[in-house]
């Protein structure tokens, strides 16, 4: 017997938590057991939105540890000095599937992580691939859209992702890392992470550095193929929830070395890449990585709900040191995630004991949904006042950046210098090698033999024209794959 007492919400000790109260052993329930209806009441609101994208996900705390003095580049608190200590928490995730789909599918994943530092908390909200589908946030719904189920069979539409990827060619560098191996990877353990946006640093004299993050894995890189996904898709749907769980509490805990490329903020303007191109790596020769320090997962969250389910992360929480980049798509994300949770989780959601910054937090905002804590006291909830209250610091500041002579439009993200989809596309492939080409051709024709419905012929050609400027080699192979005869004088020119 134990002598915790069970309590209602409110703290009541409750003396039968199994029998209702009821008029004669055989009933009705009285309407006075507010407690049977305390139980139900929140039951049936155990439920908040899904996140809309990476809804399925799985989460760990630990630390990251600078291991090089990286503060040329950057004055980022958290990066001062070798040896120093920041708490992490890290929510992996799948992108198009609901909260209880699969694991394994084909899919990006979702590597967010959460720094706890002393100038408030940094988000790296990134995937574990360099690049990304599209480049212009106006492209995202739209995108989603075919990722998520069909409107009216409501189940997954192979016809409507390859129409979208094929008429936006931008995507063909992230559908082919997708469709080779690393679309399934193995854990969440055995797989890189990115930034995949350029960010910036700044460093104590107010230069400007462009910067992009990897986390590579000290695990190795592991996947599965298309056959042994789909078989664990069945076998064990939370196959990379349970890799995690189990690795951590048996004290094998992941580890990945967080690296940077590093870029002169004036390289922009003469870099044949655009730098700000999300569907675009920086070739390691040309900005090679460079250490910076480990991080390590230690620790599974005692509570899923309360520590990953209500985890916020946020392209927009910089913090001193570390800035943003004129990415389209980074500056759509800034508005976007804040706005999610606020919806997904309310108003108030900063507060949340997992995304609340353990440091100080001082500000005018009050009130709200759900405000925890003491909501300010009786500090003056104004500003400027009389009281010593926090007040901005102007050494905060980020240096001013240069816009060069623009003209405000809607630039086409096909314009000369913006439309190479292909160099790069082409030369992944060509790295792979013989066994990694062969699966990768073999997961592309296994995805778009699903095509289906009256533009089949229209979408698969033209996806077909993408490979095919990408490599010969990919080009015929996929039309093979899929039984299509073919006129190689045609797609040479195309
Ligand atoms: C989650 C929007 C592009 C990585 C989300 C969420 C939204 C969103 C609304 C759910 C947030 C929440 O409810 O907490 C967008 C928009 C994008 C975009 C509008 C493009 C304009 C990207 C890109 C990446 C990315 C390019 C990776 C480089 C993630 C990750 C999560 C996420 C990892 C899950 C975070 C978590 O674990 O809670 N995105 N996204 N997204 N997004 Fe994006």
Redesign the pocket.
């Known amino acids: 017997m134990t002598d915790k007492k069970l309590t209602t919400a409110s703290g009541r000790p409750v003396a039968d938590d199994q029998n209702s109260l009821t008029a004669g052993p055989r009933g009705p329930v009285l309407i006075e057991d507010y407690i049977l209806h305390e139980k139900m009441a929140h039951f049936n609101r155990e439920r908040i939105p899904e ?4 809804a399925k ?1 799985s989460g760990a705390f630990g630390k990251f540890t600078v291991t090089h003095d990286l503060t040329a580049f950057t004055k980022a608190k958290l990066f001062s000095e070798v040896g120093k200590e920041t708490k992490v928490m890290v ?1 992996f ?1 799948t992108v198009g599937g609901e909260k209880g789909s699969a694991d394994t599918e084909r899919d990006p994943r ?3 992580v959460k720094f706890y530092t002393e100038d408030g908390n940094w988000d790296l ?3 574990n691939t360099p690049v ?1 589908f599209i480049k212009d ?1 106006y492209k ?1 719904s739209d995108f989603i859209h075919t990722q998520k189920r069909d409107p009216k069979t409501n189940c997954k539409n192979a016809a409507m992702m390859w129409d979208f990827w094929s008429l936006n060619p931008e995507s063909l560098h992230q559908v082919l890392i997708v469709m080779t191996n690393r679309g399934t990877p193995y854990s969440y353990r055995h797989m890189h992470g ?4 350029t960010l910036s640093f700044i460093n104590s004299k107010n230069e400007r550095f462009w910067v992009k993050f990897h986390f590579i894995t000290q695990q190795g890189i592991k996947n599965f193929t298309d056959d042994e996904a789909a078989e664990m898709r069945g076998k064990d749907p939370d196959f990379a929830q349970r890799d995690l769980v189990e690795a951590i509490e048996k004290g094998d805990f992941p580890r990945w070395a967080l690296k940077v490329q590093v870029m002169p903020e004036k390289d922009a303007d003469t870099y044949e890449i655009n730098p700000f191109d ?1 569907t675009k790596v920086w070739p390691h020769a040309d900005y090679p990585l460079q250490d910076l320090g480990i991080m390590e997962l230690n620790q599974v969250p005692s509570n899923y709900f309360a520590f990953v389910e209500q ?3 946020a392209p927009a929480h910089i913090v001193d040191g570390i800035g943003f980049s004129p990415d389209k ?1 980074l500056q ?2 800034i508005l ?2 804040p706005d ?2 606020r919806y ?1 989780l309310g108003v108030n959601y900063e507060q949340l004991p997992v995304n609340r910054c353990p440091y100080a937090v001082n500000n005018y905002q009050r009130d709200g949904s759900m405000a925890l804590g003491d909501n300010g006291g009786d500090a003056p909830n104004y500003f400027p006042n009389s009281f010593d209250s926090p007040a901005p610091d102007p050494s905060y500041a980020e240096p001013p950046r240069k816009l060069s002579e623009s003209m405000i439009d809607r630039y086409d993200r096909n314009a000369p210098g913006e439309n190479d989809h292909y160099t790069q596309p082409g030369n992944l492939f060509r790295l792979l090698s013989e066994e990694e080409k062969r699966h990768t051709i073999h997961n592309i024709v296994a995805s778009m033999k699903g095509i289906t419905g009256p533009r089949r012929e229209e979408i698969i050609n033209r996806q077909l024209c993408h490979f095919f400027r990408a490599d010969l080699t990919l080009g015929t192979g996929v039309a093979r794959g899929l039984e299509i005869s073919i006129d190689l004088g045609r797609f040479a020119t195309v």
């Open positions: 996140r809309i994208v990476h996900g929510r995730s979702g590597f967010a909200v990134g995937n990304f946030a995202f990115f930034s995949s946006h999300l985890a916020a992360f798509m759509g994300r976007s995630y999610a949770q997904r």
